[in-house]
Nanobody
Framework: QVQLAESGGGSVQAGGSLRLSCAAS????????MGWFRQAPGKEREGVAF???????GYADSVKGRFTISKDNAKNSLYLQMNSLKPEDTAIYYC??????????????????????WGQGTQVTVSS
C-alpha cells in the first residue's frame, strides 16, 4: 500500500522560501514518477512539478525558475524547494505518485489524472 506524507508547509512573506518534503512508502519510484500539485481555495488542483526515475523534471510555467523538484532515493523522499514565493502561490500542496510509466508528455505528467496515490497535503501561505 502506497503512503505519502507531506511536511514543510507554513506561512512566509512574499519573496521568501520554503522547502516541502514528501516521505513515500510502499512505492517503487524507480519505475514510475512523482509530482507536486497544489490547490487554492475555489480553484482546481493543478500540477506544479514532476520528476521521473531518471531525474528528468518538468514544471508548470507559473513556477519555472522559482521552484525545484528533487528526490532522494535512499530516503524514498521527494522535495520541492520554493523560492521567490508570491501570494498567488498560496495553496495546499500535495505530493502524488503515478502508477504508469512516464511516456514523455509534460502535459500528462502535470495532470491529476496520471496519479493514483496522494498525500494529505500541507498548507503554504504567502503574504504580501
Amino acid at each position: 500500500q502506497v503512503q505519502l506524507a507531506e511536511s514543510g508547509g507554513g506561512s512566509v512573506q512574499a519573496g521568501g522560501s520554503l522547502r516541502l518534503s514528501c516521505a513515500a512508502s510502499g512505492y517503487t519510484y524507480t519505475r514510475h514518477y512523482m509530482g507536486w500539485f497544489r490547490q487554492a481555495p475555489g480553484k482546481e488542483r493543478e500540477g506544479v512539478a514532476f520528476i521521473v526515475s531518471d531525474g528528468s523534471t518538468g514544471y508548470a510555467d507559473s513556477v519555472k525558475g522559482r521552484f525545484t523538484i528533487s528526490k532522494d532515493n535512499a530516503k524514498n523522499s521527494l522535495y520541492l524547494q520554493m523560492n521567490s514565493l508570491k501570494p498567488e502561490d498560496t495553496a495546499i500542496y500535495y505530493c502524488a505518485a503515478a502508477s504508469g510509466t512516464f511516456v514523455g508528455s509534460v502535459r500528462t505528467a502535470l495532470s491529476t489524472s496520471a496519479y493514483t496515490n496522494w498525500g494529505q497535503g500541507t498548507q503554504v501561505t504567502v503574504s504580501s
